[in-house]
């Protein structure tokens, strides 16, 4: 059964893509002969320009758009791929988000411990909570000491 892993969020530089990159490489490395891909749903191609540096067809990167999303998630179930990342915009787009999540096992949000990011990530939480999607917040380039100053601003 394949798995669809997806990072979402409308605030850019949150660590989407940086995420898709890892876990691809996780789910790879974890396993001997898994088969992972990435889709890069951003028009940015910022994980396509990695898989294209990086030269190598494992994990398979190809660029995804709302008409091709089905197809391409079918082919991947087809072809009996372990895990496929779902790599989105960095925009306020939820008709993507909600297509996006329709077809996901879980969700991840990344966030950086920053006021501005909890509440820009306020809105997606709260249409994945109105259909009950499964989802996960990601600390992301966090360290203890900011985590501790945002904990004391928010206390
Ligand atoms: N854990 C981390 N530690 C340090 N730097 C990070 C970390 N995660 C991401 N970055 C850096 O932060 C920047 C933004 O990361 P990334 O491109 O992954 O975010 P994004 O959410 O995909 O952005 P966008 O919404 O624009 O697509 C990049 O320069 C990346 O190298
Ligand atoms: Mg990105």
């Known amino acids: 059964m394949t798995k669809v892993i997806s990072l979402v969020g409308q605030k850019g530089g949150s660590g ?19 088969q ?52 989105t915009p960095g925009r306020r787009d939820s008709t993507l988000v909600e297509l996006v999540a329709a077809r996901s096992d879980l969700i991840l949000l990344p966030l950086r411990p920053s006021l501005f990011d909890v509440r820009a990530v306020a809105d997606t939480v709260r249409l994945l909570r109105s259909k009950a999607y ?13 985590g501790t100053a945002c ?3 928010w206390q």
Request: hydrophobic share 45%; net charge negative.
């Open 36 to 87: 992972v891909a990435i889709i890069d749903m951003d028009p940015q191609g910022s994980v396509l320009e990695w898989s294209r540096m990086r030269g190598d067809a494992n994990p398979v990167v190809v660029h995804g758009t709302p008409e091709t999303l089905n197809d391409i998630l079918g082919q991947a179930a087809d072809d009996g791929f372990d895990y496929v990342v779902l790599d």
């Open 151 to 153: 904990l004391t601003l």
């Open 16 to 34: 989407k893509s940086t995420i898709a990159v890892h876990l691809a490489m996780e789910a790879l490395l974890k396993k001997e002969g898994s």
């Open 134 to 146: 499964k989802m996960r917040f990601l600390l992301s380039q966090s360290n203890r000491a900011i």
